[in-house]
Nanobody, 118 residues
């Protein structure tokens, strides 16, 4: 059973930075495709950054150039460096994982809150 544990959320002023981390256990991270999602109050969950089997990362347009995600297979972790944060980035951020051979994210962390004030 894959378990995901996020850390690093918090509150920051607009223009600031935060770094999120997701630790995976119960599986070998090199065989997992992992991603960051977020959900703001009253809004649908949206993908932020997705790692692919080849190690590449795909970003949502709204975070391109500001967010950087990296996967460390040796440490079984996925990070999300968030710079130039905006109030609209305020959301609960979730780490998710799936087998790279399948399309569905079957495993989810409990989420970590990011709040950006103007």
């Amino acid at each position: 059973q894959v378990q995901l544990l996020e850390s690093g959320g918090g509150s920051v002023q607009a223009g600031g930075s935060l770094r999120l981390s997701c630790a995976a256990s119960g599986y070998t991270a090199s065989t997992l495709c992992m991603a960051w999602f977020r959900q703001a109050p009253g809004k649908e969950r949206e993908g932020v950054a997705h790692s692919n089997r080849d190690g590449s990362i795909v970003y949502a347009d709204v975070v391109k150039g500001r967010f950087t995600s990296s996967k460390d297979n040796a440490k079984n972790t996925l990070s999300l460096q968030m710079n130039s944060l905006k109030p609209e980035d305020t959301a609960m951020y979730y780490c998710a994982a799936r087998s790279c051979s399948g399309p569905n994210y079957d495993y989810w962390g409990q989420g970590t809150q990011v709040t950006v004030s103007s």
